[in-house]
């Protein structure tokens, strides 16, 4: 996406963020603009969901602030698109890809879906190349299929930014391709961030990278490597690559 503007639409604040007694995120300072593909990285525990939590509103740091376009996350959820990690659907629970996605357009208000709400879930299924199986089980999708869908449900909500927690976990080389062909084109419309493991997923399409354990810091994205991450984090946290065969820092 063109960073014509440069507009800041995510800042944070020396925010500080404890489960009880244990400091998760401590004085974190970062801004995101308009256009950003942002990888986030570090170990198991680091703050790495808790922070993309904080930017959501889900959470409430401390101390300090977070803000989404100038104001408070809740205020502006309408801009962000959150992907999680796991996504729990009842097995034996008959639903469609088609209505799996149109829950993306959920609101706090009850009623019916409205035609500009089937209208944003057929467009967010055309984006993430899933029209031809709309009508099929979500629960008799692939691994990657699923991926998709959950993506395009982020999307049935017009979202201009993009949240996603593990994108790449228990999928294979082939569906990771998929994966990083479909958020190189949102790119193009969205602001991404994307935590991840998986630095050849990313390597060649982010511009920025936040490296978070309890503090964050941001390092050249020409520099994602197992190199910078044994330099970092020595032995805390494990790289994989799905592109090539890459020495893992931890096994």
Do not use: W
């Amino acid at each position: 996406m063109e960073n014509e503007t440069a507009t800041n639409v995510v800042e944070v604040e020396h925010a500080v963020f404890r489960y009880s007694n244990y400091t998760v995120l401590d004085d974190v300072s970062l801004t995101i603009q308009a256009g950003d593909m942002v990888s986030i990285i570090g170990p198991n525990g680091g703050g790495k969901t808790t922070l993309l939590k904080l930017m959501l509103g889900l959470l409430e740091p401390v101390s300090g602030k977070v803000k989404v376009y100038g104001g408070s996350p809740r205020k502006n959820m309408g801009y962000l698109g959150y992907v999680p990690q796991y996504s729990r659907f009842d097995e034996q629970f008959p639903i469609t890809v088609y209505e799996v996605v149109l829950t993306g357009r959920l609101e706090k208000r009850a009623g019916f879906y409205s035609k500009e709400d089937r209208q944003a879930a057929a467009e967010a299924l055309e984006t993430a190349g899933l029209s031809d199986v709309s009508d099929r089980s979500f629960q008799a999708l692939s691994g990657g299929q699923r991926q998709r869908v959950l993506i395009a449900r982020a999307l049935a909500g017009r979202p201009s930014i993009l949240l996603l927690d593990e994108p790449t976990s228990n999928v294979d080389a082939a569906v990771g391709s998929m994966l990083h062909e479909l958020l190189e084109e949102l790119n193009k419309t969205h602001t991404i961030l994307l935590v991840t493991h998986d630095v050849g997923f990313v390597d060649d399409i982010t511009n920025r990278v936040f490296c978070v354990n309890n503090h964050v810091h941001e390092h050249p994205a020409d520099k994602l490597d197992a190199s910078l991450i044994s330099a970092a984090y020595g032995n805390q946290m494990r790289m994989v690559r799905h592109d090539i065969n890459l020495e893992k820092s931890q096994q």
